[in-house]
């Protein structure tokens, strides 16, 4: 093992180069990875490019919720549900649903947005994880795990904060390790306090991410009074928007915590296995870079970013946590640690072995995931069922009073209709979140259109604590759109819309046949043949 400090340009890391039957001296080894390293650069972000690439067509539900709300921010409504109603959060990325709100201006596609700033994000990444470690085997492989995981590609497309969080965490926990170190590093006093209060305002569990680097920067510069003075007034600016955001919507914490909060708590630890399964040899890696002088401290903190990272989801049943997005938060985080560890490596074959078993043990993972079949085909089959009736409503001729939707699936449909709409799970409607029945809520409603997910062509007879036959009765089964085998949205409208709303569904839902591959099977082969453009 090498206890060799971490001044790259004097110091004398492990020969990573392969076997050639000597040994180079360290001038000669430092100046070859310097070489070589913006090859591995370039290779990392060409994979990056090819998986963006190839999960374009992935913007997941839930990523309409947010581009609904930056839409009425833009258009002057605030940031909203139902315009001219209570505001109520049903967001939870302050931040990422301001960002997209001047986009709506300029007329550019929501969903362009977030992928190419979350791609400008992955690639800031992939920068930290090549230039980070001090040696050709922990560069690959922190880097090549990062762009040869299936899910980061799902993530970096899906429309949501996912890795512009993962970036300003790990941009945190860097600036960290280095003042652990060396306490005299570059760090400004100012940037890991405004680094955990956009963190904050990306998630509100933000906070918990970036703390460990924060509470670094406050023990090793405490002596400095600059940073105080940073961490104060960042501790202003948080309690300013935590006040406003208490003023403007009548709760401290978004709406979506009063609904999950106690429904899907399940500590039986099944998210805890997948995540320790499909990470093991890095999260190994991060565990042994504890036992080394120079890795212990920085390794330790990252470990505590991630166990503040994980708390959360692992005590509970998250929605939403495909592909162990909630554990991808700290994915770069563990990549880095395991960097760590195989740069204090001397044997250059081990390390090169360590790091290629490392890689193909995480891409393999991602591959197999339960759900990632499903995903990287979820654009085309959102496209021809909730993307398709929201077309379809918005195509209506029908007054703005009598544009009145109920959905449990409050993504595409409520934003590409523009229709008012009552989330009647209660992510999205305050009076439910707070305990009001939403039967009794639809009733008081009287939406138009009412629209069912199930798991057939049959309605259930209860979705959400919601009573159907009372709600739906007097209604007519106008549409029927199928995502996947056993996922159907069942599209119900009151008589007098009915003809309108099954007249433009009819058009709509075919136009969605008619442009995506109509297969509903998830699997890899769908996937490849449409990439390839035989489908």
């Known amino acids: 093992m090498s206890t060799a400090t971490d001044d790259r340009d004097t110091a004398d890391p492990p020969d990573e180069g392969w076997p050639t039957g000597r040994r180079r001296d360290p001038v000669t080894r430092t100046r070859r990875w310097a070489t070589d390293r913006p090859v591995l650069l370039a290779a990392a972000l060409a994979a990056l490019a090819v998986g963006v690439w190839a999960c374009w067509s992935v913007t997941v539900d839930d990523a309409y919720i947010t581009y609904r709300y930056s839409a009425n921010l833009a258009h002057g409504f605030g940031p909203t549900w139902n315009p001219g109603q209570d505001p109520v959060e049903g967001f939870t990325n302050f931040t990422w649903m301001v960002w997209h709100a001047p986009w709506v201006w300029l007329g550019v596609p929501l969903p362009v947005v977030s992928k190419l700033t979350a791609a400008g994000c992955a690639a800031a990444i992939v920068w930290v994880l090549v230039t980070e ?84 920067l406050l023990w090793v510069r405490r002596a400095d009074r600059s940073v105080w003075v940073a961490t104060g007034a960042a501790a202003v600016v948080g309690g300013v928007y935590l006040a406003a955001r208490r003023a403007y919507f009548g709760h401290l914490l978004p709406n979506t915590f009063y609904v999950k909060v106690g429904v ?12 320790a399964a499909t990470l093991l040899p890095l999260l190994a890696l991060a565990v042994a870079a504890l036992l080394r002088p120079r890795t212990a401290a920085p390794a330790a903190l990252v470990l505590a970013s991630c ?20 554990a991808w938060h700290g994915f770069p985080l563990v990549c880095l640690a395991a960097a760590w560890a195989l740069d204090t490596v001397e044997v250059r074959r081990v390390a090169a072995g360590a790091a290629a078993a490392g890689v193909v043990w995480t891409a393999a993972a991602g591959v197999l995931a339960p759900d990632a079949r499903t995903l990287v085909n979820y654009g085309d089959d959102l496209r021809r069922s909730h993307i398709a009736i929201g077309l379809a409503l918005a195509d209506t001729d029908l007054p703005a009073g009598e544009r009145t939707l109920a959905v449990t699936d409050a993504g595409a449909m409520p934003y590409f209709s523009g229709w008012r709409t009552t989330d009647y799970i209660g992510l999205n409607d305050e009076r439910i979140a707070h305990g009001a029945n939403p039967t009794d809520v639809l009733l008081a409603d009287d939406p138009q259109v009412v629209v069912v997910t199930s798991g057939s062509p049959v309605p259930p007879p209860g979705s959400w604590r919601t009573d159907l036959p009372r709600v739906l009765a007097g209604r007519e089964l106008v549409g029927v759109a199928q995502m996947r085998p056993e996922y159907f949205q069942l599209v119900f409208a009151t008589p007098d819309v009915a003809a309108q709303v099954r007249a433009a569904l009819d058009r709509r839902l075919a136009e969605g046949r008619a442009v995506t591959d109509t297969r509903l099977d998830p699997g890899y082969a769908r996937w490849i043949v449409r990439l390839l453009g035989l489908s």
């Open 133 to 216: 470690p001090r040696t050709r085997s922990g560069a690959a492989l922190a880097a090549g795990s990062f762009v040869l995981f299936l899910p980061t590609w799902v993530h970096v497309d899906s429309g949501l904060e996912t890795a512009p969080f993962a970036l300003v965490v790990l941009r945190a926990t860097v600036l960290a390790a280095r003042l652990l170190r060396d306490r005299d590093a570059a760090v400004r006093s100012w940037e890991i306090p405004a680094l955990l209060l956009l963190a904050g305002t990306l998630r509100p569990d933000g906070v918990l991410g970036a703390l460990p680097a924060l509470a670094v």
């Open 264 to 275: 899907e708590a399940a500590t039986d630890g099944r998210w805890i296995q997948t995540t």
């Open 307 to 326: 166990i503040a990272l994980w708390i959360i989801p692992a005590l509970s049943a998250p929605a939403m946590d495909y592909l162990s997005r909630f």
